[in-house]
Every structure is written in structure tokens, then in C-alpha cells.
């Protein structure tokens, strides 16, 4: 009788202490209305930037930066300094 009571007392504090870890837990998903997300065209991809706040004549102006080509400032870096210790 006594390893029956607690057995059952063991399991209502491990079913407590999972409800108790639950109330913390939250869901970082965005839930997006008619299932845009699963719809892959480029209009619904524009909507769903419009609707996350972003900037569209920004993102095209950096994608166009992009796509130049060798046009570009970046130098790659000279490798390890030999003097370095």
C-alpha cells in the first residue's frame, strides 16, 4: 500500500512539475493568414515582406548592388601577418 502511494505521488509531482515548465513556453511562429507561406510565388513573397515591415524599393536597390558584378570595393584581406607571434 505504502509503494502504491507513493508511486502516485511521484507521478502527480512529475505531472506538476510539467505543467508548471509549460506556462513558461512560448511559440516564436508567425501565423500567417490563407497559407501564404505555402504559396510560392513572387507576389505572396512581396506581401509577406510588406507585412514583416520591410522595405521593398530598399531590398530591390540592394538587390540590384548585388547583381553589378566585379564592381565592388571589397579587398580580400592578406593572410596571417608573418611577425605575428
Same mark, same amino acid.
Given at each position: 500500500?505504502?509503494?502504491?502511494?507513493?508511486?502516485?505521488?511521484?507521478?502527480?509531482? $512529475? =505531472? #506538476?512539475?510539467?505543467? /508548471?515548465?509549460?506556462?513558461f %513556453?512560448?511559440?516564436?511562429? &508567425?501565423?500567417?493568414?490563407? !497559407?501564404?507561406?505555402?504559396?510560392?510565388?513572387?507576389?505572396?513573397?512581396?506581401? $509577406? =515582406? #510588406?507585412?514583416?515591415? /520591410?522595405?521593398?524599393?530598399? %531590398?530591390?536597390?540592394?538587390? &540590384?548592388?548585388?547583381?553589378? !558584378?566585379?564592381?565592388?570595393?571589397?579587398?580580400s584581406?592578406g593572410?596571417?601577418?608573418?611577425?605575428?607571434?
Open positions: 500500500m505504502a509503494s502504491r502511494v507513493a508511486s502516485t505521488s511521484r507521478a502527480m509531482i $512529475l =505531472l #506538476l512539475m510539467v505543467l /508548471f515548465s509549460a506556462m %513556453l512560448t511559440s516564436e511562429a &508567425r501565423i500567417l493568414k490563407g !497559407g501564404q507561406a505555402l504559396q510560392g510565388n513572387a507576389n505572396n513573397s512581396r506581401h $509577406l =515582406l #510588406l507585412e514583416l515591415g /520591410f522595405d521593398l524599393a530598399k %531590398l530591390e536597390h540592394y538587390r &540590384r548592388l548585388s547583381t553589378l !558584378g566585379d564592381v565592388s570595393d571589397r579587398i584581406p593572410g596571417p601577418d608573418p611577425h605575428h607571434h
